[in-house]
């Protein structure tokens, strides 16, 4: 048989053979080894009413009230207000204990050196941040925030403060054209925290109670923030080189961002996460302005 | 009959070839239309299922689905039959200008003279002409074909192919879809509006096949529990429909085939013969008009000329 019969001799198998498994395919019950039927109700509770999952979340958190009440003595008392993406101010008042924000800062300091700090500090300061994630869960309910405009929401107030900049003893505010020490949000020159031991970063609830950090600092905040609040989409740190330096990031995995510019993807998973800019405060698009035109050697860290 | 009539195949155009060449193109074309059928049918089933989920109405939903079909069949066929050009071929030169051929076989010279023959000779020159013009049918199997023309093509099809797959999956894993969305009703509280409007059937009108309102919600509830197994489907789906085009686009035995080359020689044939008898009859027409006697009335002419004026 010469090449051009073989050519359409082939096509034609080729055609019958696919028509016979498409027909093949209901008769092989199939369902139940390529369908996974449990991930709809999950994805449309995540993208359109939140309600349930805050009320989930609300019981399993008033469980542990007694373990709270058996914390707190003197609180700080902090009140925020900010502007979100969507142009709406909202206001946040919480109290933080004094003890828990005592065991969060010496928890930073006594971080075991081959620890990821980011893991520890997040896993630490979940209980002493209980007043203000109820916070931002009210604020999601009665605003009928969607998880989008929640996401926002949390990341805009994260952003809020000026850029603090974060470093050890080593390296002192003051030298190599830092600002002098005063650990203070405010606008440019930006303010600088030193001795900030062992890894020039703030916890999460110390950053609710000073206000100070810069990049990774605000980004641990807005991603632990995120988890404690469980809105049903995954939020991780990412880290790698933008033209500044090394820097971190806030990354959320969404469906369908509208903000696809700087991504990574973890390849343990397949997840791809949209890298957000925690350190500016730029609404000007939904998922944040892409301030770098560097972008390499990013990774996700697992935080959990 | 010929399946392959389905498609505006004429075999009588091939009388000339030997016959397992004939066959062999018969075997292509109706082949070709059986695919073509078949793939009307998907589109039919796809789009019944479809309406099922609209309509919630068999009666309805099956002459959607039928309207479909024929819809999609006829317009692959065009995209098919269309694509069926003699590029490549030195057949192309006659075929675009059959004046090409006149001027070839000196047939322009025959002008004033053709009114001499029977209709039967000049049907014979016009056999000749093309039988000399057969003989010296050259092909160059590597002429390109337009771009444009095919990622149109190719673009309208996949798109089809894709909307038409996602009709088979729902209707391969309805249980499953089904049990999803029980899953989600279960999981929503019954004032929420997917709940009230999309998951609960209207009393006279029970759901059929999927237990929603919503084309969008089986999407959704298709993709999310197929994850990169709709990728696949949507794939196969995808070469099931692409098939006749590539085919049609590739085979040698189709694009520079003897049917093709046989049906263009027929068209050339046709208005060769017909100009020939376009000439004898000018000239017979025109002879009888110049010996016509036509009688001059004035009266009648100025009436004509003052009607007309009157009208103007």
């Known amino acids: 048989?010469?090449?051009?019969?073989?050519?359409?001799?082939?096509?034609?198998?080729?055609?019958?053979?696919?028509?016979?498994?498409?027909?093949?395919?209901?008769?092989l019950k199939l369902d139940e080894g390529l369908f996974n039927e449990s991930e709809l109700a999950r994805r449309y509770i995540v993208t359109d009413s939140l309600n349930r999952i805050a009320l989930e979340e609300k019981e399993e958190l008033e469980q542990d009230e007694n373990i709270q009440d058996s914390v707190s003595g003197i609180a700080i008392k902090r009140k925020w207000k900010w502007k979100s993406f969507d142009g709406k101010t909202y206001t946040l008042e919480f109290a933080i204990p004094q003890k828990a924000?005592?065991?969060?800062?010496?928890?930073?300091?006594?971080?075991?050196?081959?620890?990821?700090?980011?893991?520890?500090?997040?896993?630490?300061?979940?209980?002493?941040?209980?007043?203000?994630?109820?916070?931002?869960?009210?604020?999601?309910?009665?605003?009928?925030?969607?998880?989008?405009?929640?996401?926002?929401m949390v990341v805009s107030s994260a952003q809020n403060f000026n850029y603090t900049y974060i470093t050890i003893?080593?390296?002192?505010?003051?030298?190599?054209?830092?600002?002098?020490?005063?650990?203070?949000?405010?606008?440019?020159?930006?303010?600088?925290?030193?001795?900030?031991?062992p890894w020039a970063v703030y916890s999460p609830l110390e950053y609710a109670v000073n206000g100070t950090g810069d990049c990774d600092t605000k980004s641990l905040f807005a991603m632990a923030i995120l988890k404690y609040l469980n809105l049903g989409f995954d939020a991780e740190m990412l880290m790698g080189d933008v033209e500044a330096g090394h820097h971190a990031m806030l990354g959320v995995s969404v469906p369908n961002p509208p903000f696809r510019n700087l991504s990574v993807k973890d390849l343990r998973t397949g997840k791809r996460y949209y890298?957000?800019?925690?350190?500016?405060?730029?609404?000007?698009?939904?998922?944040?302005?892409?301030?770098?035109?560097?972008?390499?050697?990013?990774?996700?860290?697992t935080i959990n | 009959?010929?399946?392959?009539?389905?498609?505006?195949?004429?075999?009588?155009?091939?009388?000339?070839?030997?016959?397992?060449?004939?066959?062999?193109?018969?075997?292509?074309?109706?082949?070709?239309?059986?695919?073509?059928?078949?793939?009307?049918?998907?589109?039919?089933?796809?789009?019944?299922?479809?309406?099922?989920?609209?309509?919630?109405?068999?009666?309805?939903?099956?002459?959607?689905?039928?309207?479909i079909g024929a819809v999609v069949f006829n317009l692959y066929r065009l995209f098919l039959m269309t694509g069926l050009d003699l590029k490549g071929s030195s057949l192309a030169y006659y075929h675009m200008k059959?004046?090409?051929?006149?001027?070839?076989?000196?047939?322009?010279?025959?002008?004033?003279?053709?009114?001499?023959?029977?209709?039967?000779?000049?049907?014979?020159?016009?056999?000749?002409?093309?039988?000399?013009?057969?003989?010296?049918?050259?092909?160059?199997?590597?002429?390109?074909r337009n771009l444009f023309t095919v990622a149109v093509r190719v673009f309208v099809i996949a798109l089809l192919a894709v909307i038409f797959a996602s009709g088979l999956e729902i209707l391969i894993f309805s249980q499953s879809i089904n049990m999803?969305?029980?899953?989600?009703?279960?999981?929503?509280?019954?004032?929420?509006?997917?709940?009230?409007?999309?998951?609960?059937?209207?009393?006279?009108?029970?759901?059929?096949?999927?237990?929603?309102n919503s084309l969008?919600?089986?999407?959704?509830?298709?993709?999310?529990?197929?994850?990169?197994?709709?990728?696949?489907l949507d794939i196969i789906v995808f070469t099931i429909y692409m098939i006749p085009l590539i085919v049609i686009y590739r085979s040698k035995e189709i694009r520079h085939g003897a049917y093709v080359q046989e049906q263009a020689l027929h068209e050339i044939n046709k208005t060769t013969y017909h100009y020939l008898l376009t000439q004898k009859y000018c000239y017979v027409v025109f002879t009888e008009v110049k010996e016509m006697e036509i009688p001059f009335n004035k009266y009648e002419n100025r009436e004509i000329a003052v009607a007309e004026t009157i009208l103007a």
């Open chain 1, 169 to 197: 003893s080593q390296e002192p505010c003051g030298s190599g054209g830092r600002s002098s020490q005063d650990c203070k949000p405010k606008p440019f020159p930006y303010g600088c925290c030193d001795n900030v031991e």
């Open chain 2, 180 to 212: 999803a969305l029980s899953g989600l009703r279960q999981s929503l509280p019954t004032e929420d509006w997917t709940y009230k409007y999309i998951l609960t059937p209207n009393v006279d009108e029970p759901f059929i096949l999927i237990d929603a």
């Open chain 1, 101 to 152: 924000y005592d065991a969060a800062r010496q928890n930073r300091i006594d971080l075991p050196p081959n620890e990821n700090c980011w893991v520890g500090m997040y896993r630490h300061d979940r209980d002493g941040l209980k007043d203000m994630v109820d916070g931002y869960r009210n604020i999601i309910e009665e605003e009928k925030l969607n998880y989008r405009q929640a996401m926002q």
């Open chain 2, 216 to 232: 969008l919600l089986t999407f959704d509830a298709l993709d999310s529990g197929l994850g990169n197994w709709k990728t696949l």
């Open chain 2, 98 to 144: 059959h004046e090409n051929h006149y001027i070839e076989n000196n047939l322009y010279s025959l002008d004033g003279s053709a009114y001499q023959y029977a209709d039967e000779v000049l049907k014979g020159w016009a056999v000749e002409a093309k039988d000399k013009l057969r003989s010296k049918i050259n092909i160059n199997s590597s002429h390109p």
């Open chain 1, 275 to 301: 890298a957000w800019e925690c350190t500016v405060r730029d609404n000007s698009s939904e998922l944040g302005a892409p301030v770098w035109q560097m972008f390499k050697n990013w990774e996700v860290v």
């Open chain 1, 1 to 27: 048989m010469n090449n051009e019969k073989r050519y359409f001799n082939f096509s034609q198998l080729l055609f019958w053979v696919l028509i016979v498994l498409l027909i093949a395919l209901p008769f």
């Open chain 2, 1 to 67: 009959m010929q399946l392959s009539e389905q498609i505006g195949i004429d075999s009588d155009v091939m009388q000339k070839l030997p016959i397992d060449v004939v066959n062999r193109q018969m075997v292509i074309f109706n082949s070709i239309s059986l695919t073509l059928i078949v793939i009307g049918v998907i589109s039919s089933v796809s789009g019944t299922i479809y309406s099922l989920i609209i309509f919630h109405s068999w009666l309805i939903s099956i002459g959607v689905g039928i309207f």
